[in-house]
C-alpha cells in the first residue's frame, strides 16, 4: 500500500516515521511542486496546493484523504479542482482538551480581572477589586461538536451559566441550545462570552459582523479560536474601541501571521496568539489515520467524513 | 437570642441585615475597642482583637463563635486569650469553587506559557512555543479539605497528573497521595506546580523554606492560595532570582496588604493578587451560621468544630 504524505510546511518527516510504525508494510511518499505525483492508494495531506489536488483527482488507485488537522477548510477551497475520493477529517487528537484550557483561561482571566490585577501588582498597587457576578457571565459557545462539547463541559463544572449555538437543533444538559439564524441574535443577547468554535464554511465566513458583535451585551467579550475568517476584524476593533466590547482573545485571523503592520497588535485589549489554542496530537492523528485505512480496506464504515455541501 | 457580629474591619452591616432575614427574631449587637460586651449567646467574627475575646471569655451566656471567612489562625493565635466556647468554621460558601478558578488559571498560564505570548505580543511577534508536556506537568496540591478536594478534581478533568499531600493519610482516585513530614521531601520532588492550600498552623508555618523549595524540580511553579506565614518569602526570591524555581503565584502574604517597598514587588516571575482568591459569598454563609445557631439550640451535632490542638 502506498501513502502520500504532504504537508504545505514540508515537515513530513515524523508523520512519516509514525505512519511507518502504525503499518508496518506501508510505503510512503512525498511531493514536491512540479513534480510528477506518484501513484498512491491514500493521501494524507495538510494545506495542499492546487497543483497536487489536481495531479490527485487524476489519480485513479485514491481510496481517501485525510487531513492532518482540524479544519476541512483547508482543503475544500479548492471546489472543483477536488478528487472525488471521500475526505477524512481528524477525530479528536487531544485537541478538545487544549481547547478547554485555552478557553477557561481567558474567560477565568475576564471573569476574576486578572488581567487588570497584573496591570495593578506593575505599579505597586494592593486593591482588591468588585466581584463579578457569575450569573452575569453567561458563556455562549458557537459551534458544539467535540471540541465545542468539551469546552462546554468545562465551563459548567466551573458553575458558569452556559449557552450554545449551532447549525441544527441540539439538547444538551443544563445548557442553554439555540439553532440556525433565526435564533443567533437570541444567543448572542444574551451572551457575555463569545466563543467561537464554528467550521469555517460560507455560512460562517464574516459571520461576526458588526451588527452581530453589536447584538452582544455591553461589555462583552469574544474569544476566537476557529478561523480569523469568521470575524469581521475591522468592526471587532470598532466595537472594541467604542466600549462596546471590553476585549477579545483571538487565536485566529484573516492572515496568518498576523501582519506586523496590523491595528490588533496596538491594542491593549485584544490579546494575541499565534493559533495555539489547540495543536494536533501526531501520534494520536497517526493511530487514528491506521485505523481508518485499515477501515477502508475492509470495506467498513469509516467516521468523520466530509461533507462538502455542509463544509466540514 | 442576641448575636454579637464584629469584624475588625467594621463592615457588619450587611450581616446583621442577613442575619436578621435568616433568623427573625433574633437580635444582633455589635461592639467597638473599649466597649463593655453586651450579653450574647453567639458571636459571628472576623479578625477580633484581643479585647474582645478577653470580654468574650467572660461571656456566660456564650454558646459558640462563628468565623465569617475560611482560617481558624485569624482566632487561634489568640491562645489563652480564647473563651471555651467552640469555634465553629465555615463550611463551602462558593470559596472551592473560587479557589479551582484561581489555581486553573495561574496553572493553565504556566503550562501554556500565556505569560510568554503576552511577551511576544506586546513586541509584535508572532512565534509559536514548544509545547510542555502533560506529563511533566504535575501539579501537587497540599492540603486535602473541601477546598483543596475541588482544586485536585478540577486540575484533574484538565488532565493533569496530580499529587496530593496531607497531614493524615487519604485515598483519592485517580491522585497520588502522601502524608505526614516524612513523605514530603517525596511529594515535593515529583511536583511540578505546587498548590498550597493548608491551614496555617504552628507546623506549617515557615513549612515551605529554602530546603523544601530546593525539593522541588528545576523548573517548577509556586502557588500559594492559603497563608503567606507558610512560605518563607525571602528563600522563595532567592530560589526564583537562581533559576531554580520558574516563576510564583501569590495571593496571600506573611504581612497584608503587602507593604510597598517588598521586593515581591519588583519581580516579573511574581504574579501578586490582593488576597481575593476566595471570597466568603456573605448569603451562603449567612445561611449556613444560621442553620448551626439552629442545631445548637436544639442540641444537635454541629460540623466543622474547629480542633484547636490541630489549629483547624
Chains 1, 2 share one sequence.
Not at 17 to 31: D, H, N, S, Y
Not at 90 to 104: H, I, N, P, W
Not at 167 to 173: G, S, Y
Not at 269 to 281: D, E, F, K, N, Y
Amino acid at each position: 500500500m502506498r501513502v502520500l504524505l504532504y504537508r504545505g510546511d514540508g515537515q513530513i518527516a515524523a508523520w512519516a516515521e509514525g505512519l511507518a510504525r502504525a503499518m508496518p508494510g506501508v510505503q510512503t511518499l512525498g511531493w514536491q511542486e512540479g513534480e510528477q505525483l506518484g501513484a498512491c492508494n491514500y493521501a494524507v495531506l495538510w494545506n495542499p496546493s492546487h497543483g497536487l489536488l489536481a495531479q490527485l483527482a487524476q489519480a485513479a488507485q485514491l481510496k481517501a484523504i485525510f487531513l492532518m488537522g482540524a479544519g476541512a477548510d483547508t482543503i475544500l477551497k479548492f471546489g472543483d479542482a477536488l478528487p472525488s475520493a471521500p475526505i477524512v477529517r481528524l477525530g479528536d487528537t487531544g485537541m478538545a482538551v487544549q481547547m478547554a484550557e485555552y478557553v477557561a483561561h481567558a474567560t477565568l482571566r475576564y471573569f476574576r480581572r486578572f488581567d487588570e490585577y497584573e496591570q495593578q501588582a506593575r505599579h505597586g498597587l494592593w486593591s482588591p477589586l468588585p466581584v463579578y457576578a457569575k450569573e452575569e457571565f453567561t458563556v455562549g459557545v458557537m459551534g458544539l461538536g467535540k471540541l465545542g462539547l468539551r469546552v462546554v463541559e468545562t465551563m459548567r463544572a466551573f458553575e458558569f451559566p452556559v449557552r450554545g449555538w449551532s447549525r441544527t437543533p441540539k439538547e444538551l444538559h443544563g445548557v442553554d441550545c439555540f439553532a440556525g439564524m433565526e435564533q443567533l441574535d437570541d444567543f448572542l443577547r444574551g451572551t457575555r462570552v463569545l466563543v467561537s468554535l464554528l467550521p469555517l464554511t460560507s455560512e460562517t465566513n464574516n459571520l461576526l459582523d458588526r451588527r452581530r458583535l453589536s447584538t452582544l451585551p455591553q461589555g462583552a467579550y469574544v474569544i476566537n479560536v476557529a478561523r480569523g475568517a469568521q470575524l469581521a476584524e475591522p468592526d471587532l476593533l470598532t466595537l472594541i474601541r467604542s466600549g462596546h466590547i471590553a476585549g477579545a482573545t483571538l487565536d485566529v485571523f484573516r492572515n496568518e501571521p498576523l501582519p506586523a503592520p496590523h491595528p490588533f497588535w496596538d491594542e491593549p485589549r485584544i490579546t494575541i496568539t499565534p493559533h495555539i489554542s489547540a495543536l494536533t496530537v501526531r501520534s494520536e492523528a497517526v493511530r487514528q489515520i491506521a485505523d481508518k485505512i485499515a477501515a477502508f480496506e475492509a470495506d467498513q464504515p469509516v467516521d468523520d467524513i466530509v461533507d462538502r455541501n455542509l463544509g466540514y
